[in-house]
């Protein structure tokens, strides 16, 4: 069992490669904001301890995602490794991880700083399939028509303002970028140019995976 990592600032376009680069890894994509957003929305403690941390933009605590890391890898669709989308976000996480699973792939997608606020503030996902757009940057073909199932229910995150954002940066510089030098040791560290179309990024990736 083997997994990949998508590593990369708010915003770098994680979930959208992810959810485009699936069906070709045959790896379910696992997205810790996901699991706490979802951890949120039905009241657990593990949401209750979280969302402080969330909506003020800052990482939860390490023992918080390592539990739920180690939960999610022992359901039946993880049995041949996944693709972590936004873990680990920290050194202790990262390590905790490699006693959990092997990695393979450390894919990292490069975007500036000042692109970030742009791409998250204009972000909504589909209520149904929860496939990702972008007002500007990607839209649906047809308005207010979800590319993947035809639904017409959108969602927008609490947490992607203007606001958050920079908070959300900051962490990410100080908490999270200091591990590609660690994976970088490691010689399973690619970087990717993600201030380029979806497209072409999605074909870089597949490259590196091959
Ligand atoms: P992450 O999971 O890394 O936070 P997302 O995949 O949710 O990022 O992408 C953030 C926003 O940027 C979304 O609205 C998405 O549609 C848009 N986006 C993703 N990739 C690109 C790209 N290469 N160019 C422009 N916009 C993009
Ligand atoms: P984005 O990719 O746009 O930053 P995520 O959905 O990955 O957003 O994360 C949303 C929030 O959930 C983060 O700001 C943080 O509070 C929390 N979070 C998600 N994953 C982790 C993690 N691995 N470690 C700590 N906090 C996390
Ligand atoms: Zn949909």
Redesign the pocket.
């Known amino acids: 069992m083997s997994s990949i990592v ?1 590593f ?12 485009r680069i699936m069906e070709s890894t045959g790896l379910p994509q696992v ?1 810790t ?1 996901d699991m706490l957003r979802a951890a949120v929305k039905a009241g657990t403690e593990t949401g209750l301890s979280a969302k402080t941390y969330m909506d003020a933009g800052q990482l939860v605590p390490d023992h918080v995602i390592i539990a739920l890391i180690e939960d999610r890898i022992q359901e039946d669709d993880a049995s041949n490794g996944v693709m972590f ?2 873990f680990p976000r920290t050194i202790p996480q990262a390590e905790a991880l490699a006693g959990i699973t092997q990695v393979s792939h450390v894919i990292a ?1 490069e ?1 500036p700083d000042g ?1 970030i606020v742009s ?2 503030c ?4 589909c209520g149904n399939c929860s496939m ?7 839209p649906t073909t047809e308005e207010g028509v979800c590319d993947g199932c035809g639904s017409n229910e959108f969602k927008r995150r609490a947490d992607d303002n203007a606001d958050t954002v920079l908070s959300r940066l900051s962490a990410y510089h100080e908490q999270t970028s200091p591990l590609a030098a660690w994976y970088e040791g490691r010689g399973i560290f690619h970087r990717i140019d ?5 497209d ?2 999605t074909t870089d990736i597949l490259n590196v995976l091959e």
Do not use: C, M
């Open positions: 998508l990369g600032p708010p915003g770098a376009g994680k979930g959208t490669q992810a959810q997205s904001g989308d936004g997608i975007v692109k791409r998250i204009g972000r909504y996902t990702v757009f972008h007002d500007e940057f990607n993600g201030d380029r179309p979806i072409e990024i």
